[in-house]
């Protein structure tokens, strides 16, 4: 089976980090209303998974439909004299047919909700991935002023830590003593204020 996901999901993010220790400091990247590529193919993933099994239960519907429409010939094509082991031998093909169409209904009720549980499933799987961390734990400051101590990881910007911590990023700046924003570096602790 053909893996669905890309093996570099980046593809640019070695020349963004080296655009970024180029320039000295942390870039601000615009947030994206677009999922991560991960997430597309997922999405792609199961759509296609979707599709195989609507055609499954079609082809299982197809089934139903010959089966009806050979006990349907078998009742039609009865003679209106036919003998007492014509008649047994009818009745139970009835019954064999009737069985059959049983179990196809039962297959295709539980495919149904296999589908559905799988879906549930990956569906469940994109959004926790999509669920960006919460910050790590963090420590208090032993300072007149109470907050929390931060240590600034690769990839982090301000305005995403004070989002984080639920507090302006204003007041981070100011509890930090920071003139420019993108001045953060991976590694530096901030005190983020209460």
Do not use: W
């Not at 209904?105 to 919460?134: C, G």
């Not at 910007?157 to 981070?172: H, P, R």
């Not at 003139?179 to 602790?189: D, E, L, P, T």
């Amino acid at each position: 089976m053909k893996n669905p996901f890309p093996k570099n999901r980046f593809p640019l993010l070695p020349s963004i980090l080296l655009l970024a220790a180029a320039s000295g400091g942390c870039m601000m990247v615009p947030p994206s209303d677009d999922p991560p590529p991960a997430s597309q193919a997922e999405v792609q993933y199961l759509r296609e998974e979707m599709r195989r099994m609507n055609d499954r239960l079609q082809a299982s519907e197809a089934q139903v439909g010959d089966i009806q429409r050979t006990a349907y010939s078998a009742e039609a094509n009865r003679s209106a004299y036919a003998s007492e082991a014509e008649v047994a031998a009818l009745r139970s093909q009835v019954e064999t047919l009737q069985r059959q169409l049983r179990d196809l209904d039962a297959a295709r009720t539980a495919d149904k909700r296999e589908i559905y549980d799988d879906i549930s499933k990956k569906v469940a799987e994109i959004v926790k991935k999509a669920t960006p961390p919460a910050p790590p734990p963090s420590t208090r400051k032993a300072a007149t002023q109470s907050g929390y101590e931060h240590v600034v990881q690769p990839g982090e910007t301000l305005s995403a830590i004070a989002q984080a911590y639920e507090v302006k990023m204003d007041a981070i700046l100011k509890a930090n003593n920071i003139k420019n924003a993108n001045s953060i570096r991976v590694g530096q602790k901030l005190f983020i204020p209460d």
